[in-house]
């Protein structure tokens, strides 16, 4: 019965963040044109809704060109690892408590691990692995610059990011996501940790490589970034990788930090819909800094992440865990 459900909630997982994946194109293109003053997509479909459909469609029909030159195995790994990762991180992210069954307690996560925030920040750092060998094994130099970018640019923040959320770690003693979010049943971390709450959202968008921290991808000057060389369905696949990294970041933030599926005061709304609302106005904030941020500078993003997050970030990890020491 236990490997049933589990498949039964592997399935289910999967096609929810498959289904996503469109459901956010289109979404943001109608946001980025009314934040624009242009009408967006408006055509295929009511309200461009097929538009999304109609570019899948295209894409995998596209005629995929791959130069003699490039290393055949590195470049079909890229791609492949991209969207693995980000799949598999999702593996222990909890959408909701866990609920009662023909009498299992079944958590509503595809794997509940005591060490879920590791899993996820171990997996989502190989993604980057993904960008480099993309970049690499393309040999192009334009695609080679932007990997290194990528590369760059993911270990400066991935810095950060961790350092902000194991003052989370700290004031809970667990790196199990359900155990952080029952944490906050009554406050929410946010509160009691505004800082690290702010510095980790930031890097999220850095690790997403979203505006203004796009510079791995910087069409203005490296034709395509790291996916220069890529057309078809496997161009298509970073950007499938992409989206759910952002539905994932965002699930982490609201775990982390806005309390999960716990909304205090208010009990009658169900657990899974709050944690989807939450999930849904980070998505918002992401397409919204999109519309509204230019692109950083390379040197003043890289001296961003590593003379001002990394060291506030680490002042504040050591100021939690004194002010925890002292209350104990």
Not at 3 to 30: G, H, N
Not at 187 to 199: C, K, N
Not at 234 to 239: D, E, I, R, V, Y
């Amino acid at each position: 019965m236990e490997i049933i459900i589990s498949l039964v909630k592997l399935v289910f997982f999967f096609l929810l963040l498959l289904q996503a994946v469109p459901v956010m194109v289109w979404l943001e293109r109608r946001l980025l044109a009314w934040f624009q003053l242009r009408p967006g997509p408006n055509r295929v479909g009511p309200f461009g809704l097929l538009q999304t459909l109609a570019d899948g469609i295209k894409l995998l029909f596209k005629e995929s060109i791959m130069h003699k030159e490039v290393d055949v195995f590195l470049y079909l790994l890229g791609p492949f690892l991209v969207v693995f990762t980000a799949f598999a991180a999702f593996a222990a992210i909890p959408i909701g408590a866990p609920v009662e069954f023909m009498g299992y307690a079944i958590p509503l996560q595809i794997a509940d691990l005591n060490v879920g925030l590791l899993f996820v920040f171990a997996v989502l750092s190989i993604g980057s692995y993904g960008m480099i060998l993309a970049a690499w094994g393309s040999n192009s130099k334009y695609a080679l610059l932007g990997g290194l970018r990528s590369t760059a640019q993911m270990i400066s923040y991935e810095l950060s990011l961790t350092t902000s959320a194991l003052a989370v770690v700290v004031l809970t003693g667990t790196f199990s996501l359900t155990g952080i979010v029952n944490a906050q049943e009554n406050v929410w971390f946010a509160f009691q940790q505004p800082l690290a709450f702010v510095i980790f959202f930031i890097c999220t968008v850095a690790e997403t490589n979203r505006t203004p921290f796009d510079l791995p991808e910087a069409e203005t000057e490296l034709v395509a970034g790291f996916h220069t060389e890529y057309s078809g369905m496997k161009f298509a696949m970073f950007f499938m990788g992409e989206y759910i990294n952002i539905i994932t970041v965002s699930a982490l933030t609201v775990i982390l930090f806005l309390g999960g599926w716990h909304l205090p005061f208010i009990d009658f709304i169900p657990g899974i819909l709050v944690f989807g609302g939450k999930v849904g106005v980070l998505v918002l904030i992401f397409i919204w800094l999109r519309a509204t941020f230019p692109r950083l500078r390379y040197d003043r993003l890289m001296a961003f992440g590593w003379k001002i997050l990394l060291p506030i970030a680490i002042l504040n990890l050591f100021g939690t865990a004194v002010f925890h020491v002292l209350m104990a």
